[in-house]
């Protein structure tokens, strides 16, 4: 990485967004002054805040500061407030359209399992031992995106629709992110679909094929998603690097929540062309907003996935996973892990915890 200052976009958002933001710049800035470089950080609205400041989910100036950034890094969008509002007000909606506009078009997530939290998983040890598997899901195609798309026809006879669609260029590209990625762990890519039924996931076999002959070196199987959906319970620890689409990502994704015992320990990163989305895979979980008791680990792994993939310095994210396994192995837990024998703290002393494993 280079000694130019990094720019960094922080977008809050809603419920719990702020305080594991907190907690998360709080760990950077302390890991960035240690390697001796220089971060300009930049806060900016979106979701419900933005709508309620300026009736706009994305507002431009957010955008703006997004795209002229070296990284962006999340919180978390919505909130039951919300819900009644048109599409166009949603908090989901200017989420949607930061990922299309800044051309993220995959996310990665990982989700590993921490010996120390094995307790804390709904399912055996045996199972979910030695789980390590990243999801690499496509983010800007699929139902969520296909046109036409609505709801018509007369009160009492409506018709709701919508198209799956991919393009040939969007599978390629997903694809080769998720080939490049398996040949720096275990070399394995597991491709999930439907194509027994569906069209769409036909196109997708073929082309995802079609890429692997560019990776002699990586292993390539096809599985459904009903069955994959299965085996992620079964025996979690056969994968490698896991290969969707977005729908079908969006779900088996937060499985790994149930893998690894809670959903607040998974970080994510949203890449593309140009400047990377971080964000933990969580929601705001507005219920618990302000009472410092939300796991900070999914946004505080984030910063680590930035530092690895958008500033080159796998070692400072190792640093910052090797803070939180310590932490963890020390005992104290947020309440959503906690376990017999633990210690619950809230937001703020977890986070100090950490910082006093990176001094």
């Not at 890094?73 to 819900?83: C, E, I, Q, R, T």
């Not at 705001?284 to 690895?308: H, L, Q, R, W, Y």
């Not at 190792?318 to 005992?331: H, T």
Request: hydrophobic share 40%; net charge negative; proline share 6%.
């Amino acid at each position: 990485m280079s000694d130019s200052v990094k720019k960094i976009c922080v977008l809050p958002g809603d419920g719990i967004g702020a305080e594991i933001v907190a907690s998360a710049l709080a760990v950077l800035k302390q890991v960035a002054a240690r390697a001796g470089f220089d971060v300009e950080l930049y806060e900016e609205a979106i979701g419900g805040a933005a709508i309620d400041a300026f009736n706009n989910p994305l507002p431009d100036q957010t955008l703006r500061r997004c795209m002229e950034s070296d990284a962006v890094l999340l919180g978390a969008v919505g909130g039951p407030k919300w819900d009644p509002n048109p599409p166009a007000l949603k908090p989901e909606t200017g989420l949607l359209a930061l990922r299309k506009a800044l051309g993220l078009y995959g996310n990665l997530r990982p989700v590993k399992m921490l010996p120390v939290l094995i307790g804390c998983s709904t399912l055996k040890p045996e199972v979910v031992g030695g789980v390590d598997m990243v999801v690499v899901r496509e983010l800007t195609g699929g139902l969520y995106f296909g046109t036409p798309r609505g709801v018509s026809g007369e009160p009492g006879k409506e018709t709701g629709f919508n198209n799956m669609v991919y393009q040939r260029h969007e599978i390629e590209r997903i694809a080769r992110k998720a080939f490049e990625l398996a040949r720096r762990r275990r070399r394995k890519v597991a491709s999930v679909d439907k194509a027994n039924v569906l069209e769409v996931c036909q196109l997708w076999r073929k082309v995802v094929t079609e890429v692997a002959g560019e990776y002699p070196d990586v292993e390539l199987n096809h599985i459904l998603v009903d069955n994959c959906a299965m085996q992620m319970v079964l025996r979690p620890a056969q994968f490698d690097v896991l290969l969707t689409e977005n729908m079908f990502g969006d779900i088996l994704s937060d499985i790994g929540g149930v893998l690894t015992g809670s959903i607040g320990t998974l970080p994510s990163a949203s890449v593309g062309d140009g400047p990377a989305l971080y964000e933990p895979i969580h929601g705001s979980a507005p219920d618990i907003a302000g009472k410092d008791i939300a796991n900070p680990v999914g946004t505080i792994n984030s910063v680590a996935m930035m530092f690895e993939y958008s500033f080159d310095r796998p070692d400072l994210a190792k640093q910052i996973n090797d803070a939180v396994s310590g932490v963890l192995n020390d005992g104290c837990r947020t309440a959503d892990i906690a376990g017999s024998g633990t210690r619950v703290v809230g937001t703020r002393e977890f986070t100090e915890r950490i910082q006093e494993k990176l001094r």
